[in-house]
């Protein structure tokens, strides 16, 4: 006899909210999935979605090569960084070979968050201070140190001070060294010196917006001569999303002190890193002795290193860069049609794409793209939005991608917006 998927989801949604408190599903009627293959994610009732909103499966879901990988290893052994094992310091090797010159430490914890807390430690016992600054809707993490570097999530406290967020599409390209100032004077206000910048340096959580040229990097620069450190938050635009494998080198930093890892790293095996220099490395571990238990263990660093060498082998940051800008020029394409959509940008596997109701005010769409969201889900698509008015989809799909995948993307776009 099948199951009935209606009432397999309703029991699913209630045994959650008995046992897990609220929940937030994407969607009205929460999906059910089973399964994930490559772009594709497949539900309970059978329905295939491309996933195009999931930036962790980097490579693609269930890529079979990582899931080898993390089975083998699983099977032969999964030690802690306590012991020596193959697969932990080959890896640290990989992942510091992509890192600019001067880059020698690799430590490794279990999320984005733990990497962004790390790193924060680091920064503050470096230069003896607690100030920090960051970008406005920012999202850095769930502890209690990154939540307070979070203004997305959380209302900032007096020691974090907000960076403005550029919207070139609206013409707003704040002034970085005007904006450095400003921030540092409201941490002095409070008492306080920056220890830290810590960016996302693809501006994921403020919709992907275009960058006046230099302001990220105008940021690092000021933050240098404010002898605060550099902290590039590369969980989002690292390991190739921007079709570089570094977010802060597309930015143009010539500079950064920290980079932090997480999210596709171990293409959805939970893994954070932070990379950095020995001497800020040895000088904090000297007075707090850093540990994780599951932190680099010998599983995750197999999925960790399967990642790497997918990349290399399929030669993906030249996919990313093809496909990406493929399925930009075909948004455009589709935007000559569909006023709703203002604007098409982004680089590599990441774009953004905002919708206006107004193309000469340039009114935030924010009720269609809620709206457009549930009906890319019933052409057999997931999408997510982002922005200050959640009025952008931020699109982040497996790098691997083909022309097929973005002509099923768009033609699913263009009865969507039909629909409306
Ligand atoms: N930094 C950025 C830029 C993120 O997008 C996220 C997760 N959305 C985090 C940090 C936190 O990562 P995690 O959820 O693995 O703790």
């Avoid at 009432?7 to 059910?32: D, N």
């Avoid at 195009?52 to 802690?80: E, F, K």
């Avoid at 890193?273 to 571990?285: G, N």
Wanted: hydrophobic letters at 45%; aromatic letters at 8%; proline letters at 6%.
């Amino acid at each position: 006899l099948m199951p009935d998927p209606a009432a397999t989801q309703a029991a699913l949604i209630a045994q959650r909210e008995a046992a897990m408190g609220k929940v937030w599903h994407f969607y009205q009627s929460p999906l059910h999935l089973t399964r994930g293959e490559g772009a594709w994610l497949i539900g309970a009732d059978g329905a295939r979605y491309l996933d195009a909103y999931n930036n962790v499966p980097q490579v693609g879901h269930s890529h079979p090569a990582v899931v080898r990988a993390i089975a083998r290893q699983a099977a032969a052994l999964n030690a802690n960084t306590r012991y020596l094992a193959d697969s932990t310091g080959a890896y640290a090797q990989a992942l510091l070979a992509q890192a600019p010159a001067g880059f020698d430490v690799c430590a490794f914890v279990n999320s984005g968050s733990e990497a962004n807390d790390l790193a924060a430690q680091i920064a503050r016992f470096a230069t003896g201070r607690h100030g920090a600054v960051v970008m406005e809707g920012a999202y850095h993490g769930i502890t209690a140190a990154t939540v307070e570097l979070s203004p997305l999530t959380k209302a900032p406290p007096p020691h974090v001070a907000c960076l403005p967020a550029p919207d070139l599409y609206r013409g707003f390209a704040p002034d970085p060294a005007t904006s450095w100032a400003e921030a540092t004077a409201h941490l002095a206000s409070a008492g306080h010196a920056p220890a830290f910048l810590m960016v996302d340096t693809a501006l994921t959580s403020n919709g992907v917006p275009d960058q006046p040229p230099g302001y990220m990097a105008g940021l690092a620069k000021a933050a240098r001569a404010s002898e605060a450190l550099v902290i590039a938050d590369e969980v989002q635009a690292g390991l190739g999303r921007l079709g570089q494998f570094w977010g802060f080198a597309v930015q143009g930093l010539e500079h950064v002190d920290l980079i932090t890892l997480g999210k596709p790293v171990g293409n959805g095996h939970p893994l954070g890193v932070v990379l950095t220099r020995r001497a800020l490395w040895q000088a904090f571990y000297a007075q707090c002795e850093v540990f994780s238990t599951f932190g680099g263990n010998s599983v995750a660093c197999a999925a960790g290193q399967a990642v790497l060498d997918v990349i290399a082998r399929e030669d993906l940051l030249t996919r990313a860069n093809r496909i990406g800008d493929l399925l930009r020029a075909q948004l455009r394409d589709l935007a000559q049609a569909f006023p709703l959509i203002g604007d098409v940008r982004g680089r590599g596997m990441l774009t953004g794409l905002e919708f206006t109701s107004d193309p000469a005010a340039r009114t935030p769409a924010t009720a269609q793209a809620a709206r457009l969201v549930e009906a890319m889900r019933e052409n057999g698509v997931l999408v997510g939005t982002a922005g200050p008015h959640r009025s952008a989809f931020k699109l982040r799909p497996a790098l691997t991608w083909t022309e097929s995948e973005v002509a099923f993307f768009v033609e699913a776009l263009r009865k969507s917006l039909k629909t409306l």
